[in-house]
């Protein structure tokens, strides 16, 4: 999502650096295109009337300044920033808890969005976190809606409260109150109250809503919203406020190739938060929705924050501490450090979704290479380690050629896949080694090898000037 809106961004900012000085004729030839980027990309109008407006009013107020600072578009570009940080809603925004447990987030939305789903991947998120949740199958409405979120809580380790069979059998309303009262029974500290929704808004669907909202008083109340919808998201949820009433918004399908409109407007016209956003079908694939960073990805800036954040949550405390010390100590990074690194990197998730949050990732040869990329790489690669002696792992200059053959063989892969692995390898060694001289460019984390085939991040340049030296033989033998 937002590839399109993405690329187009950096295409306007790409002609306006070749300006140098600035004129209003410019700023407004800008703002044109970052309009027509923003309505392509299913934006609201009143959304892109806002953008446009304070663009216009902000770089007006300070053009002259602009002008005076080394690189005027740079300038621009931090103004449109901090509009879109404003227009996703400023901040990150946390779940309230209750002073007196049980916590109550009461999931409402249309029926499609991924509530139930979504209600899993909230469960595993809070339980990670220490929390001890349940779910609560309300929504007795949809075939096999009860079922399906009995399976997702048994896939994340959370109870499921579903006294009911749903499809059209129970109450929904009395499920709703007996949940909360069974888990404070139970000494449960957070209640999830997942309920029916429809295909459009109707009568029916408020009343319900509205009559499980009175009967378990939540903390939160989230709508779950499908980003890939566009326009409607904006007025079902316009809809939803005004019959229901929210306190933040849950989006969900961020992964869709959809022009992602909603996710821009949504905060700006219901003047709500969006506190979650799903990028995925695995239930990891879920965390708080920071602005800023949505910010920074759609103007092509990557994500590393959350890139590192993911990184750390991969590796355990035993293998970082030991990597870090091996890095420090300056022992060589071995083909058994490369091994963790795989299976830290397969925890991540996607490949092609990570390297995506890298600066730069959606232009150009990077793009090109990340849509080429094959994501049972990571697999082959690890099939070849695996092949291999503890010693060849140690030592990879002990790998000759029937060594080579036999390692190619024991893993169901070619020769050349060998040789390529321990070419890449070798250059993973190298970037160690300048980064730990201090004279490699790219600051990885320690071990952070890439697996043959995967998009390669351009090399840093080492430059090492020749000293000249002293004709003073002492001082020479000093220097030496």
Do not use: C, W
Request: charged letters at 25%.
């Amino acid at each position: 999502m937002f590839e399109s809106l993405s690329a187009k961004f950096q295409g306007a900012f790409a002609s306006l650096r070749s300006k140098g000085r600035l004129k209003s004729g410019d700023i407004a030839e800008i703002s044109n295109e970052i309009r027509s980027a923003l309505l392509d990309s299913d934006v609201a109008l009143s959304v892109v009337d806002f953008f446009i407006g304070e663009l216009k009013a902000r770089t007006d107020l300070v053009l002259e300044d602009l002008n005076k600072s080394t690189n005027p578009a740079n300038a621009v570009f931090e103004i449109v920033n901090s509009l879109l940080i404003e227009i996703l809603g400023g901040s990150a925004r946390r779940i309230r808890l209750a002073k007196n447990p049980p916590t109550v987030i009461l999931l409402t939305g249309l029926q499609g969005a991924g509530k139930t789903s979504l209600a899993g991947k909230l469960a595993k998120y809070l339980k990670d976190q220490g929390n001890t949740p349940l779910l609560v199958a309300s929504d007795l409405q949809r075939p096999n809606a009860v079922t399906q979120l009995q399976v997702v809580g048994e896939s994340v380790g959370v109870p499921v409260f579903a006294p009911e069979p749903g499809n059209g059998v129970g109450d929904p309303i009395t499920v709703a109150k007996n949940g909360l009262a069974f888990a404070k029974d139970k000494l449960h500290n957070i209640v999830i109250v997942d309920t029916a929704g429809r295909l459009g808004v109707d009568a029916q669907l408020m009343k319900e809503a509205k009559s499980i909202r009175d009967v378990v008083n939540p903390d939160e109340v989230l709508y779950v919203v499908d980003a890939m919808v566009g326009q409607d998201a904006v007025n079902t949820a316009k809809a939803f406020l005004d019959g229901v009433g929210f306190d933040a918004i849950v989006l969900t399908k961020l992964d869709g190739d959809a022009r992602g409109g909603a996710a821009l407007s949504i905060t700006q016209v219901t003047g709500k938060p969006i506190m979650f956003a799903a990028t995925g079908e695995k239930v990891t694939d879920f965390d708080l929705f920071y602005p800023d960073r949505m910010a920074s990805r759609i103007l092509g800036l990557g994500d590393i924050a959350t890139l590192a954040e993911q990184a750390k949550g991969a590796f355990d405390s035993d293998t970082a501490s030991k990597l870090e010390s091996k890095f420090a100590s300056g022992e060589d990074f071995t083909l058994d450090d490369f091994l963790a690194q795989l299976e830290a990197m397969k925890k991540m998730g996607s490949m092609t979704k990570l390297l995506g949050m890298l600066p730069g990732a959606n232009s150009g040869a990077m793009k090109k290479q990340l849509e080429q990329f094959d994501e049972g790489e990571l697999v082959k690669t690890q099939s070849i380690v695996q092949s291999m002696t503890p010693l060849e792992r140690n030592d990879p200059k002990v790998l000759n050629g029937s060594r080579r053959s036999r390692i190619a063989k024991g893993s169901g892969r070619q020769v050349s896949d060998v040789n390529s692995l321990v070419e890449r390898f070798s250059q993973a060694q190298k970037v160690m080694k300048q980064m730990r001289s201090g004279k490699g460019g790219m600051q990885l984390p320690p071990g952070m090898a890439l697996p043959a085939g995967m998009p390669k991040a351009p090399a840093a340049k080492v430059i090492n000037k020749k000293k000249s030296r002293s004709g003073n033989p002492a001082k020479r033998a000093l220097e030496s």
